[in-house]
Nanobody, 112 residues
Framework: VQLVESGGGLVQPGGSLRLSCAASGFTFSSYAMRWYRQGLGKERELVATISTGGTITNYADSVKGRFTISRDNVVNRLYLQMNSLKFEDTAVYFC??????WGQGTQVTVSS
C-alpha cells in the first residue's frame, strides 16, 4: 500500500490549494478515504471523509463550506480542494485509507 500526498505549499490567507493523494497497492475504489491534518503541537484531526463511490462526504465543522473532498477511482486519486484558507489551517495534511495506511503528509502553511 502506498499513499503519496502532493500539492501543499505556502499560501496567503484567503487563498486556495488543491491537495492530491496518489494511491497504489490496493483496490482504491473499495475503500472509503479520509483526509487528516496535524498542526504543530496539536492532535491529529479528521478533516474530511468520502465514501467509496464519492457520493457521501463529511467535513469537520472547522472546514465545512471551504474544503471539498473528492476522488477519481479511475486514476486512483484522492483530492482536497481548500478555499478561503485561514491561518489555523496550517498543518501537515495526510490521506488515510484504513488502519496503518497513511501517507507521508504534505505541509500547508497559511501566512501573510
Amino acid at each position: 500500500v502506498q499513499l503519496v500526498e502532493s500539492g501543499g505549499g505556502l499560501v496567503q490567507p484567503g487563498g486556495s490549494l488543491r491537495l492530491s493523494c496518489a494511491a497504489s497497492g490496493f483496490t482504491f475504489s473499495s475503500y472509503a478515504m479520509r483526509w487528516y491534518r496535524q498542526g504543530l503541537g496539536k492532535e491529529r484531526e479528521l478533516v474530511a471523509t468520502i465514501s467509496t463511490g464519492g457520493t457521501i462526504t463529511n467535513y469537520a465543522d472547522s472546514v465545512k463550506g471551504r474544503f471539498t473532498i473528492s476522488r477519481d477511482n479511475v486514476v486512483n486519486r484522492l483530492y482536497l480542494q481548500m478555499n478561503s484558507l485561514k491561518f489555523e489551517d496550517t498543518a501537515v495534511y495526510f490521506c488515510y485509507a484504513g488502519p496503518g495506511y497513511w501517507g507521508q503528509g504534505t505541509q500547508v502553511t497559511v501566512s501573510s
